[in-house]
């Protein structure tokens, strides 16, 4: 038990590192879940609340000032909680929501108290010591890391059973009201990301996908083929590229040569 409750943890403090290498988006629930279902020794129920939680998840992203809810944290810990009773994609969707917000409440009192190491920033940045930046940088980033660490270890450890017997005190006409709602809120998530980047010009290839999928039964693997070709015909990737006036001063004197 304390083994996998340290995997899981590390697994969730991946997902933290995941912006100090770029923001590759691992930290999404479709790439943590199949990992802590490896972890449980059940990949299959990883996978499939994975992608739940993803669809569940796919709006929330920061803009601007908005800060979305731990997606890192809910998906990790909701569905370690689902496969460890014996659950599926309802438990772990009635659980994923609560966690997510609560994680990022603590989360926010965990970001009002590491600003004070700005200070080494700012006496590196006085004295022109870049290292003292970039060591910040570093050490901040951990606080993030550990403190997730910490929390996935800890409830998981000490939460099973409780969250079990919570489970259990919910009727059943409300886990299946959940299920029901695990089927509407990918619709959601959709459309909270389609208020951010629809416009005129991408609203025609929305209904292709959805006449293709719905008329023509092509399934999404396949729509998705023809997003790509559609993509790459419309932005020119094929196309041959004019070559820069430096390159070209370049290849002139290599063929005088």
Known sequence: MIVQAILIGLIAAWGSLDYAFGT?????????GPLVGLVLGDVKTGVEIGASLELLFMGAISVGAYIPPDVNIGGVLATAFAISMGKGVDAAVALAMPIAVISLGIGNLVSAITPVCLKIADDGAAAGNDKKIMFTQWLMGAFATIYKFLLVFGAFYVGADKVQALLDFIPQFVLDGMGVAAGILPAMGFAMLMRMIINKKLIPFFFLGFVLASYANIPVLGVAII??????EKFGFLEDRPVMAGNAEEVSDDDDF
């Open 24 to 32: 590759l988006y691992t930290f999404r629930p479709i790439v943590l």
């Open 227 to 232: 997003a790509v070709i559609i993509a790459v």
